[in-house]
């Protein structure tokens, strides 16, 4: 396995816990890079289904540690109840997770920050968790944010925490919210701090020595590639690098020791928020795949917008990632469909577009041209060979990985580990 990054390359959402805890078995290391608990990773275990938010997926493998580092901004009080709801399920966290002293943190007033700004947006809202991500990130680019690490130093932490508490009430104030009680955080969040600090390290040396020992480590993103900070479909995004290249700066990896990435798709497309999805589904053929898939994220419950497969976007995720190897997920969603349909480019106006406009005007006006395919109208499910599949189904999957750029490599056709076919 070596060093492998692992990608969403959709809006998110696309099944990488579960591709993430298919590949777990092979590493050594599981390594969450970015995010926060704005995003939720549903892992099915025999009858046993875990949602983790913080934790890396790994942590469902016993003997595998479990890194949160550097470029992942943490809720103390998140992770907390992350960890303990793990113990009560009798999974081991104890000596098998570490969390980067250099993350920063997710306090209080980010939360009800996150709130205020959605909330002033009005219809041009992003349509956040409102869990405070933005505003953490805001915080460490403006270099006034608060690290783990602080948490183990009282006299430090109070100080800082001091001036941003008396900083954000200006806001608040404001705005008619009440004054958020500098001791009331403090205390609290020097309680966590004493709780987490068996777990806290320093992960960049951990990792460089992983790497030098040639351990086999995942990286594991959240998000998708089209909600990238920087190449996604700004500003309705995260607010962190949610691509490969957010792999090295999130972790202390250097990149000349990155030796694969996967990218992760569903044979259709999801998003959830607001912002421009060129193949959106309106009718009942969206509600369908809605229900059909579950699609309802594992973080706030909301309900996913659907589409058809949209091959324009997933190319340029192939190709911001550098990405050589596909996952397909959800095959099994259109197993009942007499018709599916990818989208192969866009068309505006007189303009035919083979590749994502920048400029999100452009995108938002954006209409898809379409392949049609003929369905399989038969179970996908509990296939294990590729060549078992029907095959209108293997040329879906040979075309949607042609028009994407990368060669396909691993098929889900269900939740849980068992539904997963290696080609």
Not at 128 to 144: C, E, F, L, N
Request: charged share 25%; hydrophobic share 35%.
């Amino acid at each position: 396995m070596a060093t492998t990054i692992l990608v969403g390359a959709q809006w998110g959402d696309e099944g990488k816990g579960k591709i993430i805890d298919v590949l777990s078995e092979q590493a050594d290391i599981v390594v969450r890079y970015q995010g926060g608990n704005n995003a939720g990773h549903t892992v099915e275990v025999g009858a046993e289904k875990y949602v983790l938010h913080l934790i890396p997926s790994g942590i469902l493998y016993p003997g595998k540690l479990n890194v949160i580092g550097n470029g992942v901004v943490v809720d103390p009080i998140a992770l907390w109840d992350e960890i303990e709801g793990l113990r009560r399920r009798r999974v081991a966290v104890d000596n098998n997770l570490f969390v980067s002293e250099t993350a920063h943190m997710v306090m209080p007033y980010h939360r009800l920050l996150d709130e205020i700004r959605e909330e002033q947006k009005g219809h041009r809202k992003i349509g956040t968790t409102k869990r405070g991500i933005g505003p953490a990130y805001s915080d460490k680019v403006a270099r006034t944010g608060l690290r783990i690490g602080d948490l183990l130093a009282p006299e430090r932490f109070a100080e800082r925490l001091r001036r941003k508490v008396r900083e954000n009430n200006e806001i608040f104030k404001a705005f008619g919210h009440r004054p958020m009680r500098f001791q009331t955080i403090y205390d609290q969040y020097i309680a966590i701090g004493q709780k987490l600090k068996p777990f806290i390290t320093d992960t960049v040396t951990l990792l460089n020595r992983a790497v030098r020992d040639n351990k086999n480590i995942l990286f594991e993103g959240a998000q998708g590639t089209h909600l990238d900070i920087d190449f996604g479909t700004y500003p309705f995004v995260t607010s962190s690098n949610a691509t490969a290249g957010g792999a090295c700066t999130g972790s202390g990896i250097p990149p000349n020791r990155i030796d694969r990435v996967v990218g992760v798709m569903k044979a259709y497309t999801t998003r959830v928020g607001e912002g421009p999805f060129p193949t959106e589904l309106h009718d009942e053929q969206g509600t369908a795949l809605r229900e059909t898939g579950r699609e309802f994220g594992a973080t706030t419950g909301r309900p996913r917008r659907c589409g058809w497969f949209d091959a324009v976007a997933t190319r340029y995720a192939v190709m911001v990632n550098g990405i050589n190897d596909l996952a397909v997920t959800k095959l099994d969603v259109l197993d009942n469909l007499p018709k599916i349909k990818v989208c192969v480019a866009y068309k505006c106006g007189r303009k035919l577009w083979e590749t994502m406009p920048t400029d999100i005007d452009v995108l938002m006006r954006c209409q898809p041209v379409y392949q049609e395919f003929d369905g399989w109208r038969c179970s996908t499910r509990h296939v294990l060979e590729f060549d078992q599949l029907p095959k209108r189904a293997r040329v879906y999957l040979q075309r949607i990985a042609q028009l994407s750029g990368a060669r396909l490599s691993i098929v889900s056709v269900g939740a849980r580990r068992e539904e997963t076919i290696f080609l």
